[in-house]
């Protein structure tokens, strides 16, 4: 299997859709190369964030391609190393998972994050069975996503040491708030060829700090330059920096995560205040920020 360099930022890019709901491809176009230019190493799309689970299958492939062909226009150009395209696969059986993972890697991911099944919480054993099982048939690499605050089944570190000896598996996205276990997995991995990123926007300092090799976050839609110097600011052991930037990032999304509406919904009116989306759209049943919302919105990129 290939080799990938997934140190770095990475953003949980959301998805643009038009007034009929239907993917925005201009936009996310707009939005990697946006992405490149502020030197994130690339983005995942059809993560949570992404609204992933709430789109088709077909649509989470359709964005996977039209990611990847922009992402192949940055390495033509020559301007700037060809972000990484990483696409998130979700299904309510393994079956649907396998099939999900396979259309995604014809789309071009260059790796696929895998969301296991969650409908019953799994055991940490369970879930080394499901991302064992889709590792082996995946035509691509995978990554392991960790999101047990949503799923209610979380991995220990000795499950993903026994994740990480499968030469298919290469990371682990952890977006859980619990800083104590993600130094724990990266200690786990520490000799293993696995990169643990972290998808927690308001840790990311600390996750850094202990090891962690990137992160994919939300925030980096928001304030991509800001994320970017934060780790800039670790790898010069410049902790000073990171920190007052840390806490930056943590009042801007403490101030979105008040509003009242889901994450996307948040992060896409944000977008489109900004002019980097043109419009704010969410698949049901998530609701568009309203109209009379806007100015909160507004005001909470102020903090």
């Known amino acids: 299997m ?15 859709l038009d007034e009929h709901r239907q993917l925005d491809h201009a936009d996310v176009g707009a939005l990697l190369h946006r992405a490149a230019d502020d030197g994130l190493a690339g983005v995942l799309v059809a993560g949570t964030t992404g609204e992933g689970t709430l789109l088709e299958p077909t649509q989470r492939a359709a964005l996977t391609r039209t990611a990847r062909t922009n992402a192949e226009e940055l390495a033509v150009a020559g ?12 299904g309510p059986s393994p079956a649907a998972l396998h099939a999900d993972v396979e259309q995604l890697a014809e789309a071009g991911a260059d790796a696929v994050l895998v969301l296991a099944p969650h409908t019953y919480p799994l055991t940490p054993e369970e879930l080394v069975d499901v991302h064992l099982e889709v590792a082996e048939q995946a035509a691509v690499p995978t990554l392991v996503y960790h ?3 949503l799923t209610g089944s979380a991995l220990t570190a000795d499950a993903l040491a026994e994740l990480a000896a499968h030469p298919n598996i290469v990371g682990i996205k ?23 990123l972290s998808g927690h926007g308001p840790s990311l300092h600390a996750a850094l700090r202990d090891g962690a090799s990137g992160s ?6 928001v304030r991509p330059r800001q994320v970017v110097r934060l780790h800039a600011a670790v790898a010069d052991g410049d902790h000073d920096t990171a920190a007052q ?7 801007t999304e403490a101030a979105l995560g008040a509003l009242q509406a889901s994450l996307p919904a948040v992060i896409k009116a944000a977008l489109q205040l900004d002019g980097l989306v043109t419009e704010r759209w969410c698949r049901p049943p998530l609701r568009s920020v309203p109209p009379a919302r806007l100015d909160a919105v507004r005001s909470a ?3």
Not at 216 to 221: K, L, Q, R, V
Not at 245 to 251: H, S
């Open 216 to 221: 994919i976050t939300a925030i980096a839609n």
């Open 174 to 196: 952890d977006s859980s708030s619990d800083a104590e276990r993600r130094a724990a997995f990266v200690a786990a991995v520490v000799d293993r060829d696995l990169a643990v």
């Open 147 to 149: 999101l047990p605050q």
């Open 79 to 90: 301007t700037t190393r060809r972000p990484l395209v990483l696409a998130g696969a979700s």
């Open 301 to 303: 990129l102020l903090r």
């Open 245 to 251: 930037v840390q806490r930056t990032l943590a009042r």
């Open 2 to 16: 290939m080799t990938l360099d997934l140190r770095g930022v990475f953003v949980a890019l959301v998805t643009p």
